[in-house]
């Protein structure tokens, strides 16, 4: 059985796309504030925040990043040529190479990631909002945001 999709439905999917995108592009532009292309911004985020137990292989990057193999092994060497991560032989499975944050790394992922939670923390009611709204979730009470004007557009030129 088919559900019709509602106008409402249409909207929803529509702001939540708007609202993701935002927030990725907002990382983007923190990442390049701290001399790092985003791709490199997210490795550093995937090795920093990996389940607990995972580790930090080639393929598991490339699948947390959804690059290709080669893709993500490029990204690697420009970190490691950065001073920001290392690579190392698993001890466990020859074939496979795990990649470790360095402390320069660390440092540089932590200042990214912390304005990143600063903001996500200030204006993540509008994306929560979009989801809430999807999975038919009361929303979050809204207010205006330190970025948003009197005449409701964002600080992104698009309306709320």
Avoid: W
């Avoid at 702001?15 to 990725?24: D, E, K, M, N, W």
């Amino acid at each position: 059985m088919t559900t019709k999709i509602t106008a409402a439905d249409y909207r929803a999917l529509a702001a939540l796309r708007y609202r993701i995108r935002v927030f990725l592009c907002d990382a983007d532009a923190a990442a390049r504030r701290q001399g790092l292309e985003p791709q490199q911004y997210f490795l550093l985020l995937a090795v920093r925040g990996l389940p607990e137990g995972a580790e930090a292989t080639v393929q598991t990057l490339a699948q947390r990043l959804m690059l290709k193999h080669n893709s993500t092994v490029e990204l690697i060497n420009r970190l490691e040529k950065r001073g920001y991560v290392r690579r190392s032989q698993n001890r466990d499975d020859r074939r496979s190479v795990l990649v470790e944050l360095l402390p320069q790394g660390a440092k540089l992922v932590e200042r990214v990631a912390r304005q990143r939670l600063s903001e996500l923390r200030a204006e993540g009611v509008d994306l929560a909002n979009a989801l809430d709204a999807l999975l038919g979730s009361k929303p979050k009470s809204r207010t205006m945001n330190r970025n948003a004007r009197r005449d409701g557009t964002k600080r992104h030129g698009k309306q709320a």
